[in-house]
């Protein structure tokens, strides 16, 4: 099991921010903290990995054992991020608190092509997805899906320099993870990597890169060297939910956030993480404000349910797999 000890809480996308600044306020020490996590991936999935089958006992056990790390290291919490529904359900202890959280993710249901996906649509998203598609034609660009081994070292110094742009405009910095980082999953995974490449006249002006197994694709970093409209819809929802429906793939998680996705047929689904705190009072005022944001998020996904523009007859899926 990942365990991090960290006085920051960069690439987390659990957001706990105005904890950090509660705990300030107050003359207290929010950092350090443990983190369970893969860093820098807010996708669900296994946060444990084990020869046999995880008990709960073993969850009891292992529980017991970060705590005493939290008692070594001075850490003030620990936060155990997006786990899947097993390991969420094995790990429930009454001294850990749950959180709800949002995300989006489109579902393939069985489409052949993207036409028989937009088929499914109401007829005004479905005139408005063709439009932002035509859209991207009429300025002259051009798209391509570029796979594992095929993507050339020129478009992954574009993708890296797009990438440092983009951290750079968001928040000063250059972003979390190095050039060496995309070279070495470039040489040892491109069999799961691919990236949508924008070009205007044969030059690579965009790309946004995915990473995908034999169920899900994963969007996660884009930039552009221009604003182009629409670009940004093509490349990060478009252009996946085309290469998801031709390799046959169940799932785009397109990444945290993004409330813009659900027009274009991206499902709220509800994501969880579960937290200890060591403080108290800071625990109660805590758990006060989680249930509290729990029924926001269940409001805000039962709103979302009704804002999705398939046609009244389509299923929605609700919850995280």
Not at 53 to 65: G, I, N
């Amino acid at each position: 099991m990942p365990l991090y000890l960290k006085d920051h809480s960069m690439g987390e996308y659990v957001f706990d921010w105005a904890w950090a600044n509660a705990y300030h306020q107050n003359g207290l020490d929010y950092y350090p903290k443990l983190v369970t996590s893969i860093p820098f991936t807010p996708s669900t999935g296994p946060r444990v990995q084990t020869e046999q089958a995880l008990s709960k006992a073993d969850c009891s056990q292992l529980v017991d054992e970060v705590l005493a790390v939290a008692d070594e290291t001075g850490a003030s919490s620990w936060h155990f991020l997006f786990p899947n529904a097993a390991q969420l359900a094995l790990f429930s202890d009454p001294r850990l608190l749950q959180r709800s959280g949002v995300q989006y993710h489109w579902h393939n249901r069985g489409y052949n092509d993207f036409d028989d996906f937009l088929a499914t649509m109401n007829s005004r998203k479905r005139k408005m997805v063709r439009k932002e598609r035509a859209d991207i034609i009429k300025q002259g660009l051009r798209v391509s899906i570029e796979v594992g081994a095929d993507i050339r070292p020129d478009i992954w110094r574009l993708f890296y320099r797009l990438y440092e742009r983009t951290y750079l405009k968001r928040n000063g910095s250059r972003g979390y993870l190095t050039e060496d980082f995309f070279t070495r999953i470039a040489a040892t995974m491109p069999e799961q990597i691919a990236m949508a490449v924008a070009w205007l006249d044969d030059q690579p002006v965009a790309c946004a890169l995915y990473f995908f197994d034999s169920q899900t694709l994963y969007g996660r970093y884009w930039g552009s060297l221009d604003e182009f409209p629409y670009l940004h819809f093509e490349l990060c929802y478009y252009s996946g939910i085309e290469f998801a429906i031709s390799r046959g793939l169940q799932r785009y998680d397109a990444g945290a956030q993004g409330e813009h996705k659900i027009v274009r047929g991206f499902e709220p689904i509800e994501t969880h993480s579960l937290h200890w705190i060591q403080h108290p009072q800071f625990r109660d005022a805590i758990a006060r404000f989680l249930k509290e944001e729990k029924s926001a998020i269940a409001r805000h996904i039962a709103q979302a349910n009704q804002m999705l523009p398939y046609r009244q007859e389509q299923p929605v899926k609700q919850s995280a797999s």
